[in-house]
């Protein structure tokens, strides 16, 4: 069975510091990772990583995969309220539909 | 990328009936999802809707409760039966492409309250 572990599960920083939030998966025929935040219901898509040591940016978050341990990290730089969310991460296999396994979120509060 | 509308975004159910919460992509597309969310938890996979089948549903979910159907390529209903407070969630639906390895993408969402 499929399984993706989160940490830290909650993390509660102040406007200005920088974050990092871990994703270690196991995942049968693994095919990519990736990385949402949750504010209200609908996760909202950030990252998609596919291949190890590349880095994907988007303005202040970046993340990275190790597909030797089997890990993720999301970086959030200069952090702002507005960053407050769960971030998920999510495996996806080559089979099974590409369907998803996400693991627990991380509660991010950012206070100013 | 497609755009999925969900609806309703939210409900408020008397126990022992049912809600039937619809997604409608804007393309067509092969694989569609339906995820629950239960308060303070991840998401975690109801059943794979497939068009022109059954739908192919997880350890501990099953169709008399949860049926689902998928009509054709771009929209698919989760119907939640005889509920009972423990089915107050957030439900999802997302789609996606068998083939393709691109982003999942999700529905708005329906917070549902069984009282």
């Known amino acids: 069975e499929d399984k993706v572990v989160q940490s830290p599960l909650s993390l509660v920083v102040h406007e200005g510091d920088t974050v990092t939030l871990n994703c270690s998966y196991e995942?049968?025929?693994?095919?990519?990772l990736l990385w949402y935040k949750q504010e209200k219901k609908a996760p909202t898509f950030l990252f998609m990583l596919?291949?190890?040591?590349i880095e994907k940016k988007s303005g202040r978050l970046s993340s990275i995969l190790d597909k030797k341990e089997l890990f993720s990290i999301l970086n959030i730089t200069a952090t702002q309220t507005g960053d407050s969310a769960v971030y998920l991460c999510?495996?996806?296999?080559?089979?099974?539909?590409?369907?998803?396994?996400f693991g627990e979120g991380t509660q991010l509060t950012v206070n100013p | 990328s497609a755009v999925i509308s969900q609806k309703p975004s939210r409900d408020i159910c008397q126990r022992g009936t049912s809600l039937t919460i619809q997604c409608q992509v804007d393309?067509?597309?092969?694989?569609m999802f339906w995820y629950r969310q239960q308060p303070g938890q991840s998401l975690t996979l109801i059943a794979t809707?497939?068009?022109?089948?059954?739908?192919?549903?997880e350890s501990g979910f099953v169709i008399d409760k949860f049926p689902i159907s998928r009509p054709n390529l771009t929209f698919s209903t989760l119907t939640v039966s005889n509920m009972s407070p423990e089915d107050s969630s957030i439900y999802l639906c997302?789609?996606?492409?068998?083939?393709?390895?691109?982003?999942?993408?999700f529905g708005q969402g329906t917070r549902l309250t069984v009282v």
């Open positions: 997302s789609a996606g492409d068998t083939y393709m390895n691109t982003e999942a993408f």
């Open positions: 995942v049968t025929n693994f095919r990519s």
């Open positions: 596919t291949s190890s040591g």
């Open positions: 999510a495996g996806r296999p080559r089979t099974s539909g590409s369907r998803l396994t």
């Open positions: 393309s067509q597309v092969t694989m």
């Open positions: 809707a497939n068009q022109g089948s059954e739908a192919t549903y």
